[in-house]
């Protein structure tokens, strides 16, 4: 049993995914991607044991976002969904991001606001590192990747003026903070 994959995530993906990509998928979890992409899928968690709430982990390589067991220059696609929150120290995770990303790879970064991890946090009585899809923007500028985009959670065209408040909207309303860039 999969958790189901989110549609404008996976329109995303199918984006930019090509036959012969080499995908990696940080913190896999159930694999909800895995053959819904065109490419050769890797996940990769932490963990391999299941979820408490009885989901079996789908996982290919059992390791740290920050010490991935990939050659530099191996990934043409690297995604996390709702994981990048997690990784205590997500600067060593971004350098290692950018190197097994090949020159030209992708990264794509579905991760929670700065509105929703303060309530997660409160929920969790624990503390997130907590940014808005600008400071994610900036924390890959800072950390090497070019040709960034904020996405949106939608999968329709709209003309700018449109996105530009729906980007706005997003921060102050929503819950996603979506980063697109490259190697």
């Known amino acids: 049993m999969r958790k189901p994959a989110i549609p404008f995530v996976r329109f995303y993906l199918?984006?930019?995914?090509?036959?012969?990509?080499?995908?990696l998928d940080i913190g896999c979890?159930?694999?909800?991607?895995?053959?819904?992409?065109?490419?050769?899928?890797?996940?990769l968690d932490l963990t391999?044991?299941?979820y408490c709430e009885g989901?079996?982990?789908?996982?290919d390589l059992v390791a740290s976002a920050t010490a991935i067991p990939l050659p530099a220059?191996?990934?043409?696609?690297?995604?996390?969904?709702?994981?990048?929150?997690?990784i205590p120290d997500y600067?060593?995770?971004l350098r290692e991001f950018f190197r097994v990303l090949r020159p030209g790879g992708r990264i794509l970064l579905f991760d929670?606001?700065?509105?929703?991890l303060r309530r997660l946090g409160k929920s969790d009585g624990r503390t997130y590192p907590c940014w808005t899809q600008w400071q994610l923007?900036?924390?890959?500028k800072r950390h090497g990747f070019k040709d960034l985009e904020l996405l949106l959670p939608n999968t329709r065209p709209m003309s700018a003026p449109e996105r530009a408040l729906r980007l706005i909207h997003q921060e102050l309303f929503r819950q996603w903070a979506i980063v697109s860039a490259t190697r």
């Open 91 to 93: 600067e060593a995770a």
């Open 48 to 50: 391999a044991e299941p």
């Open 112 to 116: 929670y606001n700065r509105r929703t």
């Open 73 to 86: 220059a191996s990934v043409d696609l690297l995604f996390s969904v709702a994981v990048f929150y997690q």
């Open 137 to 140: 923007k900036a924390l890959l």
């Open 14 to 23: 199918d984006r930019v995914a090509q036959p012969d990509s080499h995908i």
């Open 55 to 59: 989901f079996p982990r789908d996982v």
């Open 29 to 43: 979890g159930t694999a909800p991607y895995r053959g819904l992409l065109r490419g050769h899928y890797t996940g």
